[in-house]
C-alpha cells in the first residue's frame, strides 16, 4: 500500500488574504520605469510613450471582462461582472451616461499633449506591450472564468499607484492638463468596489483546499507579471539603456 | 460617384521575395543579447538562461505546426507541414528513428551544464519570454492558415545565426561540451528545406494582390517582434541594465 498523500490543510480565511496582499511587493509600483514616474524623472516623451502603449490594456480590459462573462454561466456573477464592461467602455443606460474609462483614458492622452487619434490608432505600442496584454486577455479566454476572476486581483494594489499619481504628477509634471486626471480619479472608487467583489469570490471559491489557494497566488503572480512585462516593454522602448554586466 | 480607388498592382515575384529577405535587418542575430553571445561575452550562466529559456520556444514550434495543420484543409500542405513536427518531436516511422529537435535541445543544455530536468521543468524561463513565445502560437491558432505559413518565413534567416554559433562557440564558450552544438548542425539543413516550402508558398498566395503582399510583411515584422521581444526578456533576467536616459 502507498503511504496516504499528506494533504495540507487551507488556509484560514485571514491567512489566505494576507498572502494574496502580499504581491503588493512584486505590483509594477516597484518597477524602475515607474518609480521614475512617480519621482518626476519622466520625460514628456517618455510620459506619453506610457500612456499610448498602457492604452492597450486599457482597452483589454472589456474584452477580457467579456471573455469571463461568456465562460460563466452564473447569472448573479455575471450581474456584478458586468458592470466592469460598463465603467470602461461606457454606457448610456436608463437614465446614466458614463464615457467611460476607455474615453477617460484618450482624454489623459490629450492632456499629455497626444492626439486622440495617436492613442487610439496603437501606432506608438511596443510589440512586447502586446504580447503581455494579449496573454491576460488569452488567459480569461481559456482558463476557467474563477481563475481569470481571481487575475483581476492585482486590482487589490491600484488605488494606491493610482493615488501616488494624482499626488506627485500636478508638481512633478504641471505641464499636463489637470482634467487628465479624472481616469486616476475615477478609478479610485471603482477599484476599489470591484476588489470587494473579487477578492470575496476568490476568498471563499479557492479556500476549499490548500492546492487551489496555492493556485489562486500562482495567477496572482502571472498576472503581476503582466504588468511588470508591459512595464518592461514600455522602459526598453522609452529608455536608452545599459547592459553593465551579468546579474549579480 | 467616388474616384476610382488607386489599386498598386502587386510587385514581381522578386521583388516580393526581396522585401521578405529585407527583414534580416530586424532578425534578432542583431540584438545586443545575441551580439554578445557572439562575441563570447556571455558568462556561464547567461548562456544556460538562454538555452533554459529558449527551449520554450523549441517546445512551442510543433505545437505552432499543429495548430498550422489543425487549420488547413489541403492535404498535400499538410503532407509537406507534418515533417516540421516530426523533425522537432522526433519519430520512429517506418525505418526511420529521429530523437528529434527537442531532444536536441536538451542535450544542448546539458553540454552548457544545465541537468535535464532544470531545461524541461520550464522554471528558469522569464515570464515576458512566455509572452513573446505564447503571441506566436496564438497567431497561429487564430490566423488563417496561410498566415501562420508566412510567419515561419523568419527561417530564412536562421541559417546564418545558427551557422554563427557553430563558427563561434567552439572558440567562446569552449567549455560548452562539442556533441550540443548537434542542434545547430541539424537545423542547417532542416531550415533551409523548411524555408524552400514555406518560401515558395508565400510568393505564391500572398502575390494574388500588393494588399496581401503587405500583409505578408506585416507578419514576417510580427514574427520578427517576437524573436526580439523573447531576446530582449532574456537580456533583462540575465543582464544588469542601467537606464541612461531617454530614448534618443
Redesign the interface.
Known amino acids: 500500500m502507498n503511504a496516504p498523500e499528506r494533504v495540507d490543510a487551507p488556509w484560514s480565511r485571514e491567512e489566505f488574504e494576507a498572502r494574496l496582499r502580499a504581491g503588493a511587493t512584486s505590483y509594477h509600483i516597484h518597477h524602475?520605469f515607474h518609480v521614475?514616474m512617480a519621482e518626476g524623472k519622466l520625460?514628456k516623451?517618455?510620459l506619453q510613450g506610457w500612456v499610448a502603449n498602457r492604452f492597450l490594456y486599457q482597452i483589454a480590459i472589456p474584452v477580457k471582462d467579456a471573455a469571463i462573462l461568456s465562460n460563466c454561466p452564473d447569472r448573479e456573477i455575471r450581474r456584478e461582472w458586468i458592470q466592469r464592461i460598463l465603467d470602461h467602455d461606457g454606457c448610456n443606460v436608463g437614465g446614466v451616461h458614463d464615457e467611460g474609462g476607455i474615453e477617460a483614458w484618450i482624454r489623459l492622452g490629450e492632456a499629455v499633449g497626444l492626439t486622440r487619434e495617436d492613442v487610439t490608432s496603437l501606432r506608438l505600442v511596443s510589440?512586447?506591450a502586446?504580447?503581455?496584454v494579449?496573454?491576460y486577455v488569452?488567459f480569461a479566454r481559456r482558463q476557467p472564468w474563477q481563475e481569470a476572476v481571481a487575475s483581476s486581483l492585482t486590482e487589490l494594489f491600484a488605488p494606491h499607484i493610482h493615488q501616488q499619481r494624482l499626488d506627485t504628477w500636478p508638481q512633478m509634471y504641471p505641464w499636463v492638463k489637470p482634467e487628465g486626471l479624472q481616469y486616476f480619479r475615477n478609478r479610485l472608487t471603482q477599484a476599489r468596489r470591484d476588489v470587494q467583489h473579487g477578492l470575496a469570490f476568490t476568498l471563499d471559491w479557492f479556500s476549499r483546499s490548500r492546492e487551489l489557494q496555492e493556485r489562486a497566488l500562482e495567477i496572482l503572480r502571472?498576472k503581476l507579471?503582466?504588468l511588470?512585462?508591459l512595464a518592461?516593454?514600455i522602459?526598453?522602448?522609452?529608455?536608452?539603456?545599459?547592459?553593465?554586466?551579468?546579474?549579480?
Open positions: 524602475p521614475m520625460t516623451a517618455q510589440p512586447a502586446r504580447f503581455a494579449d496573454a488569452n502571472f507579471d503582466v511588470w512585462a518592461d516593454a522602459m526598453l522602448q522609452q529608455c536608452e539603456m545599459e547592459i553593465r554586466g551579468p546579474k549579480a
